[in-house]
């Protein structure tokens, strides 16, 4: 019984040349290729712009240069509040957002996954805190968190400015989202390595703190830097409390001028706090699937 | 004196309604190296980790040192802390240098002060000539550098009694001489040792007493003459047959 292909017996020498349209863009080539279409792309989002009906009314409202200017440094004689002194606001909140969600997400996570049978209702508690915060649009948080509690009339908790209710609703929200990243990153450490530790009388918060976070760390920094980069964009939430930020500064600025140039102003502000963290996180990736790459040989 | 360190008596153990141990009984005594022989899956392993309540059992009982390990006031913790284990897969921790491998068990678990664990830590890498690779990551060793470093890190714990689960099994075949002249030089120092292989040869060398495992049930046990020449059970025979 012979297998089902027959020998091959034609002597024939297979093709394994390329058809020629894939052999153009190599080497120099491919660079002056690149060029040109990124030229040609962005000439033609650009030339809306110009060529639509309203693409000079857009030009005014949108990148008046005065405009931008006066809303970025403000005017207070027309009550018009910087962009520039806004942005601060932003800077700060999302900085102490992120500490606190740190710490808030990693107890979340840990709780969530102690072992204890007394913690067992912390562990229901800190369950329902991952759903109920992950379901929950942030600007309905904002909301309860920026009107509910000075409508509490509990003390200090009841007397903080709007943007001290936005860091609250921020890290409410974040550290749900943050806890299960961590939970991620702690399961995705091997099994054999808890075995190796416990098998060495290390208790269950040893290995965790020694051999299980450590490990798990790597895995969380480039999903953890993206929740960051999404934290610092939706500080701009806050300003529908009142708190003066730069997207308020920057809407005060548009209806005293009736110009949407600072909206602009403001954008392009988060784009510079947001690219370097982005650029970073893939670079993070980038390092460690190198890293993934060279272990796995 | 009673000098018997490990004793499994009638163990089960199921996993989910797969018996995995049907009633294994085997004891262990002070100096004295045990090897396990059966083919994948006759629960060599699983026996091992009911030895250090890494595995709870179903049936039957454990005991160390004449006190049953059911014993609900028993801190698994402290049992594991006299019994040495080491892995198929080394399973070093890959953020630690090999001299951090080798103290986290003295150091965070016995509480030992670092200074003296170190210096022990360090002689002990001394013996398997890697003192000059201790600030190197495991992932910086060969497969079998990295298991004799794992065997080190369980004797950095001065165990009474050291659990081998298949040492060998994931190392390239010019890496397993090292690995087991190690274990050689510990069966002849009196290390107390299980051992689940599949190295018939190094188990007939070392072994005081041969144990045969299959689908979970204790064939056969004796000294490795008697089960390597003159086994009594057709199931023992076929193995060593196959094996050979």
Redesign the interface.
């Known amino acids: 019984m012979t297998l089902g292909f027959d020998a091959d017996t034609s002597n024939e020498i297979p093709n394994l040349f390329a058809p020629r349209r894939s052999r153009i863009f190599v080497g120099r080539r491919g660079v002056v290729a690149s060029t040109i279409s990124c030229v040609l792309i962005l000439g033609i989002v650009v030339s809306v712009l110009f060529v639509a009906p309203g693409g000079a009314s857009f030009r005014h409202v949108f990148f008046d240069p005065h405009e931008m200017w006066v809303a970025w440094v403000g005017d207070p004689r027309r009550g018009i509040l910087a962009i520039k002194d806004g942005l601060v606001t932003n800077i700060w909140m999302f900085l102490v957002s992120e500490v606190l969600v740190l710490f808030l997400g990693l107890a979340l996570a840990w709780t969530r996954m102690s072992q204890s049978p007394v913690l067992l209702p912390f562990r229901i508690l800190a369950t329902g805190y991952t759903d109920i915060f992950r379901g929950i649009p942030l600007l309905l948080v904002v909301f309860m968190v920026g009107y509910g509690l000075p409508a509490l009339q509990f003390g200090f908790l009841s007397s903080q400015s709007f943007a001290i209710y936005g860091v609250i609703s921020l890290t409410l929200t974040y550290s749900a989202y943050v806890s299960e990243v961590f939970r991620a990153g702690i399961l995705s450490v091997p099994n054999g390595q808890l075995l190796a530790a416990r098998s060495l009388g290390l208790t269950h918060a040893s290995t965790m703190r020694r051999v299980t976070l450590p490990q798990a760390i790597r895995t969380v920094i480039p999903p953890l830097l993206n929740d960051f980069i999404s934290l610092q964009k939706d500080t701009a939430l806050v300003s529908v409390l009142g708190a003066v930020e730069a997207t308020r500064a920057a809407q005060i600025a548009v209806s005293v001028d009736f110009n949407e140039s600072g909206l602009t102003v403001a954008a392009l502000f988060f784009l510079v706090l947001t690219i370097p963290m982005t650029r970073f996180t893939d670079h993070l990736l980038e390092k460690d699937r190198a890293r993934r790459l060279v272990s796995s040989l | 004196m009673n000098d018997v360190v490990l004793e499994l008596n009638a163990v089960v153990k199921r996993f989910d309604d797969h018996e995995v141990l049907r009633g294994v009984s085997l004891q262990l005594r002070r100096h004295e190296v045990v090897c396990l022989i059966g083919a994948s899956g006759s629960g060599k392993s699983t026996l091992l980790r009911c030895a250090?309540m890494?595995e709870t059992i179903d049936g039957g009982s454990v005991s160390l040192f004449g006190q049953s390990l059911l014993d609900p006031r028993v801190d698994?913790?402290?049992v594991?802390?006299h019994?040495?284990?080491v892995?198929q897969?080394f399973?070093?921790?890959?953020?630690l240098s090999v001299l951090d491998n080798v103290l986290?068990?003295p150091v965070?678990?016995?509480k030992r002060k670092k200074s003296d664990a170190r210096d022990e830590a360090l002689a002990l890498l001394d013996r398997i000539g890697l003192r000059d690779r201790a600030d190197d990551f495991p992932?910086h060793l060969s497969g079998g550098q990295q298991q004799r470093v794992?065997i080190v890190?369980?004797l950095a714990?001065r165990p009474d009694l050291l659990l081998l689960d298949e040492v060998t099994s994931a190392l390239d075949p010019t890496l397993v001489g090292e690995v087991l002249d190690l274990l050689s030089d510990l069966a002849n120092q009196g290390t107390t040792m299980l051992i689940a292989t599949h190295e018939m040869n190094f188990a007939r060398d070392v072994a005081h007493q041969i144990a045969y495992l299959d689908q979970g049930v204790l064939v056969e046990q004796g000294t490795p003459d008697q089960i390597f020449n003159a086994a009594q059970h057709a199931s023992t025979r076929n193995f060593l047959e196959r094996v050979r």
């Open positions: 250090n890494l698994p913790d402290l594991r802390r019994i040495g284990m892995f897969s399973n070093l921790f890959p953020h986290l068990g965070r678990a016995l992932d794992a890190r369980s714990m």
